[in-house]
């Protein structure tokens, strides 16, 4: 029986690359998109926010570019490709979904409005949202974070390619402890970088749990809607 009705799941791009680091990995996302169609089949309204990351850095060949509005410009179309890219795999798999775009491109998907988002959810439609919030120097960690409070989703899943939030990085240093449980005041506190600054503050003042799990293995998503003990819960201090 799952925990949530309404959950927003955030997807990187890297995490569509799979074992690569730029494209896609079409079985990999297959997996994916059988999971989130498995959460609908038990009556979980979902959206996603998906990153741009196996696309668009802002950067080619380690170089930065001088404009960061139009790197990141860039990296807004980049996440348009990711999540059509799922809309697509959803679609062929019996999932009835929209891509909704915070900037308009008519063509390809539906502008974001709030009401219709939620309309769509209510639905059963899984809402994919793309283009981050539509401005630069906004990230889609912050983007995940408004769209949730927007639509009311009772989490977000910070589907990640680690399983929750040490103390250190645990690819460095094998003593690194792994966190059951946060409060936001302690990720800000000592720079956890789970998500970023901003990205966090939001989710403390609006109250909102964030979910951090690797999505290496996709059936977590599933196991995250059922509320089971799975990655980090960031959360309210008790």
């Known amino acids: 029986m799952p925990k949530y009705n309404r959950v927003m799941i955030k997807i990187s791009g890297e995490a569509l690359a799979g074992d690569g ?9 297959g997996r994916v998109c059988q999971t989130i169609k498995h959460c609908v089949d ?4 979902v959206g996603i926010v998906v990153g741009g990351g196996n696309i668009w850095r802002g950067m080619v060949e380690g170089k ?9 410009q860039m990296g807004m179309l980049a996440t348009t490709i990711n ?22 491109m008519r063509a390809v998907a539906e502008p974001y409005y709030r009401a ?31 769209r949730a409070v927007e639509v009311k989703a009772e989490i977000v899943l910070l589907a990640k390619n680690i399983d929750g939030v040490y103390d250190a990085d645990p690819a460095v240093d ?16 000592d720079d956890l970088r789970v998500m970023d600054a901003t990205a966090t ?16 293995d996709p059936q977590n998503i599933y196991r995250a809607v059922n509320g089971e003990k799975i990655g980090t819960i960031v959360r309210a201090a008790e």
Do not use: C, W
Request: glycine residues 6%.
């Open 21 to 29: 680091k730029r494209g896609f990995d079409l079985d990999f996302i």
């Open 42 to 45: 038990a009556g979980v309204q």
């Open 64 to 72: 930065v570019m001088n404009d960061r509005v139009r790197a990141d």
């Open 83 to 104: 999540a059509l890219a799922l809309a697509e795999n959803l679609e062929t798999q019996g999932v009835d979904v929209r891509v909704m775009t915070a900037i308009e």
């Open 116 to 146: 219709r988002a939620m309309r769509h959810l209510e639905k059963g439609r899984v809402v994919i949202f793309a283009g981050g919030l539509g401005i630069p120097y906004v990230s889609t960690d912050t983007a995940v974070v408004l």
């Open 174 to 189: 094998p003593a690194a402890k792994k966190y059951d449980s946060l409060d936001y005041d302690t990720i800000l506190r």
């Open 201 to 216: 503050a939001m989710s403390r003042d609006n109250a909102l749990p964030i979910l951090v799990f690797a999505l290496q």
